[in-house]
């Protein structure tokens, strides 16, 4: 599975249009995801003082069926690979979705099903 933090907005328009597409899409031609262990950090990083956030997990095989890519690469500044997601997310391929309340100092909580 992959994970992506969505802002309220994105993920109401989601509902209308039947796909998940953040504005990083369209700025920089994918969307950014993360592996379940990198998604705190991301969110530290990223969505502090978002308290509306919502955590997507995406289906990667669901994505691939579709015909949307999915390449992992290396991000520098973090020291990891991260998936990125080369196309709109069909909302068939967003399997779950949760409240991921991010605090002003980006801390922030998986949801206890996410919890190893």
Known sequence: MLYRISQP???????????????????????????????????????????GAL????????LLATGVRVEREWAAGRQAWFPHVFGPVPLAAVRRVW?????????AALPPELVA
């Open 9 to 51: 907005d994105d993920w109401q328009r989601a509902q209308q249009t039947g796909f998940f597409a953040s504005p990083d899409l369209a700025a920089e031609g994918f969307i950014h995801a993360s592996e379940l262990a990198q998604v705190l950090e991301t969110a530290r990083l990223y969505y502090a003082n978002s308290p």
């Open 55 to 62: 955590l997507l997990e995406i289906d990667e095989a669901a």
């Open 99 to 107: 409240p991921l309340p991010v605090a002003a100092d980006g801390s």
